[in-house]
């Protein structure tokens, strides 16, 4: 039966502004905190909310103005606070309620936001909801979770976990499944219950009320399940997002959401679109619908994966993908940009050249690249400095949950061979951007004096906060331009974007229109020195900015010479 939800277009609402300039949320630059890896202040070798307030005048400077706390929930951490136990408690690991409400003071006070993870397709098994719904059939909490007979001896269907195996769990005391999508330490909530959903709201006026502006929400549209609970077409197992994305009432419940909560604050609001193609996002994102403000689509990210493999990517399918995407938001929706978050590899090992030779200049250009796009940009921490991946060797090196579920599944039962999964891993486990963050040369990065909970980049004696923040031609006084550049200029931010070179294998050319306001950006993508003719019709006026090779350009060229991964932006 459908759930009681009402599917009203509704007046515009606090938060989400028709198209235009003026709205703090398309306007702002984000940065992404992963807590556990930020900064340790009691030398537990674990990241704390005191180390966030403690670097908040290092995020100033930088000149975010939003940041985006991962989970800050009481958690067993089966998957690092992505399994939350008390939505309305503080990881003991990372500092209690007191501290938080310093944090949340100490950014209003430097008139920055902070934007919270909201993870409400799933708990932690430890949650009092479980505890109470597992019990019995018949438990006034049962119907909060998704629990089924199985078929035949079996499972109750052929859906798999993302973290490998059956997403379904057998719990023996009542002989039922019970459904996650995740870990088995994750069963996932039963949104077509109103009861769940009426706590989930108060969850987030807890929250709101204690003055955070926002809330990045992890895996939402799957909130919703296929009715019946279908057996997944052979075709589809590869995938599963794309099935699990695409429930039947996503839509009413995003739209309940903002009707009882949302609308209520001026909030910013950002859904973690996993399974979403781009033109599928117009009716998440589209304000006259009243559901989120913007998606992050993993269609760039993804570009090269296969589940766990790492593939190949050209730069005419990079081109072609941030197209589809600028053409995903539609007219009146919006975008956000990223290159890497806690569940991707680092961005210059990815799409640049983490040698010690190009990281900087492919740095610099991938940064470019990301804060020049139709969409917010979200930093996520250590990129600005242009960590790397990690140089893992062996499984043991590993913490992430889904790596220790992929290895079992395909390494241990003799699928695949160690080698290949290791070889492929190294390049896409979510681990590569959870390595502490590279404060200064000093031992463990001076992340903390404690042991670490995951080892510390060796590289760090190089790549550190310490040596960039007063070097001007730093990775880190470039983001800084960056950001005082699309601050100061709206065609950057709200003008149109266009590939001018699309077919070109080695140059990323686009340009952003806004009115009269034209601007060029330029990207080389390769080791090599180009000569680069503009397109017909294309005149230089001026040199904005440029990353670093000492450019000089003429009023009125037409002609380009490019140094190795040089990005520069052009008035036209």
């Given at each position: 039966?459908?759930?009681?939800?009402?599917?009203?277009?509704?007046?515009?609402?606090?938060?989400?502004?028709?198209?235009?300039?003026?709205?703090?949320?398309?306007?702002?630059?984000?940065?992404?905190?992963?807590?556990?890896?930020?900064?340790?202040?009691?030398?537990?070798?674990?990241?704390?909310?005191?180390?966030?307030?403690?670097?908040?005048?290092?995020?100033?400077?930088?000149?975010?103005?939003?940041?985006?706390?991962?989970?800050?929930?009481?958690?067993?951490?089966?998957?690092?606070?992505?399994?939350?136990?008390?939505?309305?408690?503080?990881?003991?690991?990372?500092?209690?309620?007191?501290?938080?409400?310093?944090?949340?003071?100490?950014?209003?006070?430097?008139?920055?936001?902070?934007?919270?993870?909201?993870?409400?397709?799933?708990?932690?098994?430890?949650?009092?909801?479980?505890?109470?719904?597992?019990?019995?059939?018949?438990?006034?909490?049962?119907?909060?979770?998704?629990?089924?007979?199985?078929?035949?001896?079996?499972?109750?269907?052929?859906?798999?976990?993302?973290?490998?195996?059956?997403?379904?769990?057998?719990?023996?005391?009542?002989?039922?499944?019970?459904?996650?999508?995740?870990?088995?330490?994750?069963?996932?909530?039963?949104?077509?219950?109103?009861?769940?959903?009426?706590?989930?709201?108060?969850?987030?006026r807890f929250w709101l009320d204690k003055g955070v502006s926002g809330f990045r929400?992890?895996?939402?549209?799957?909130?919703?399940?296929?009715?019946?609970?279908?057996?997944?077409?052979?075709?589809?197992?590869?995938?599963p997002e794309y099935v699990f994305a695409n429930g039947p009432y996503v839509h009413?419940?995003?739209?309940?959401?903002?009707?009882?909560?949302?609308?209520?604050?001026?909030?910013?609001?950002?859904?973690?679109?996993?399974?979403?193609?781009?033109?599928?996002?117009?009716?998440?994102?589209?304000?006259?619908?009243?559901?989120?403000?913007?998606?992050?689509?993993?269609?760039?990210?993804?570009?090269?994966?296969?589940?766990?493999?790492?593939?190949?990517?050209?730069?005419?399918?990079?081109?072609?993908?941030?197209?589809?995407?600028?053409?995903?938001?539609?007219?009146?929706?919006?975008?956000?940009?990223?290159?890497?978050?806690?569940?991707?590899?680092?961005?210059?090992?990815?799409?640049?050249?983490?040698?010690?030779?190009?990281?900087?200049?492919?740095?610099?250009?991938?940064?470019?690249?990301?804060?020049?796009?139709?969409?917010?940009?979200?930093?996520?921490?250590?990129?600005?400095?242009?960590?790397?991946?990690?140089?893992?060797?062996?499984?043991?090196?590993?913490?992430?949950?889904?790596?220790?579920?992929?290895?079992?599944?395909?390494?241990?039962?003799?699928?695949?061979?160690?080698?290949?999964?290791?070889?492929?891993?190294?390049?896409?486990?979510?681990?590569?951007?959870?390595?502490?963050?590279?404060?200064?040369?000093?031992?463990?990065?001076?992340?903390?004096?404690?042991?670490?909970?995951?080892?510390?980049?060796?590289?760090?004696?190089?790549?550190?906060?310490?040596?960039?923040?007063?070097?001007?031609?730093?990775?880190?006084?470039?983001?800084?331009?960056?950001?005082?550049?699309?601050?100061?200029?709206?065609?950057?931010?709200?003008?149109?974007?266009?590939?001018?070179?699309?077919?070109?294998?080695?140059?990323?050319?686009?340009?952003?229109?806004?009115?009269?306001?034209?601007?060029?950006?330029?990207?080389?993508?390769?080791?090599?020195?180009?000569?680069?003719?503009?397109?017909?019709?294309?005149?230089?006026?001026s040199l904005v900015l440029d990353s670093g090779s000492d450019h000089r350009v003429?009023?009125?060229?037409?002609?380009?010479?490019?140094?190795?991964?040089?990005?520069?932006?052009?008035?036209?």
């Amino acid at each position: 039966m459908p759930p009681d939800t009402k599917n009203t277009i509704q007046k515009k609402t606090a938060g989400q502004s028709m198209p235009g300039e003026g709205t703090w949320w398309k306007e702002a630059v984000v940065y992404q905190i992963y807590p556990r890896s930020f900064k340790d202040t009691n030398d537990d070798g674990i990241g704390d909310l005191n180390g966030i307030t403690e670097k908040l005048d290092y995020l100033k400077t930088l000149g975010v103005n939003v940041i985006w706390l991962s989970p800050h929930f009481d958690s067993p951490n089966a998957d690092n606070g992505y399994d939350i136990r008390d939505y309305r408690k503080i990881m003991k690991e990372f500092g209690t309620m007191a501290d938080f409400d310093h944090l949340m003071a100490e950014v209003k006070k430097r008139n920055m936001r902070l934007i919270i993870d909201l993870v409400v397709n799933h708990t932690s098994d430890e949650h009092q909801w479980f505890v109470e719904s597992r019990k019995s059939k018949n438990n006034p909490y049962r119907d909060f979770y998704i629990w089924r007979d199985g078929h035949n001896g079996k499972t109750p269907n052929n859906y798999p976990s993302f973290f490998g195996g059956s997403a379904w769990t057998l719990d023996s005391k009542t002989g039922q499944y019970y459904l996650h999508y995740f870990s088995s330490k994750q069963p996932d909530l039963n949104w077509d219950n109103s009861n769940v959903r009426k706590d989930v709201y108060d969850i987030m006026r807890f929250w709101l009320d204690k003055g955070v502006s926002g809330f990045r929400m992890d895996v939402i549209p799957f909130i919703s399940k296929q009715p019946e609970l279908p057996k997944l077409p052979p075709a589809t197992l590869a995938h599963p997002e794309y099935v699990f994305a695409n429930g039947p009432y996503v839509h009413q419940y995003l739209q309940e959401m903002n009707s009882k909560v949302l609308s209520h604050y001026d909030t910013m609001t950002v859904g973690e679109a996993f399974g979403v193609t781009p033109e599928q996002a117009k009716k998440f994102t589209d304000p006259r619908r009243h559901e989120l403000n913007m998606l992050f689509n993993f269609d760039l990210v993804r570009l090269d994966r296969d589940d766990w493999r790492k593939t190949d990517w050209t730069l005419p399918q990079l081109k072609a993908t941030y197209t589809k995407i600028d053409n995903g938001s539609g007219e009146y929706g919006w975008n956000t940009s990223f290159l890497s978050n806690h569940d991707n590899p680092r961005a210059v090992s990815h799409f640049g050249d983490d040698s010690p030779r190009w990281r900087e200049a492919s740095a610099k250009a991938l940064a470019t690249m990301m804060m020049t796009q139709r969409a917010t940009p979200f930093i996520y921490q250590g990129d600005e400095l242009g960590m790397t991946n990690y140089p893992f060797k062996h499984i043991e090196d590993y913490e992430d949950v889904e790596i220790r579920g992929q290895w079992q599944e395909l390494v241990v039962s003799g699928k695949v061979p160690a080698q290949e999964f290791l070889k492929n891993i190294k390049q896409t486990s979510r681990d590569n951007a959870r390595t502490p963050m590279q404060w200064t040369s000093k031992a463990n990065a001076g992340f903390t004096a404690g042991n670490p909970w995951l080892s510390v980049n060796p590289n760090y004696v190089h790549i550190n906060a310490a040596a960039q923040e007063h070097n001007r031609d730093s990775v880190y006084n470039y983001y800084r331009s960056l950001i005082t550049l699309r601050s100061k200029t709206p065609a950057l931010i709200y003008g149109k974007y266009k590939d001018i070179d699309p077919a070109n294998n080695k140059v990323f050319a686009y340009t952003r229109t806004q009115d009269d306001q034209r601007y060029l950006i330029v990207i080389n993508f390769s080791e090599k020195q180009l000569n680069y003719s503009l397109p017909k019709g294309i005149k230089i006026n001026s040199l904005v900015l440029d990353s670093g090779s000492d450019h000089r350009v003429k009023e009125g060229a037409t002609q380009l010479v490019l140094q190795p991964w040089q990005a520069s932006i052009y008035k036209l």
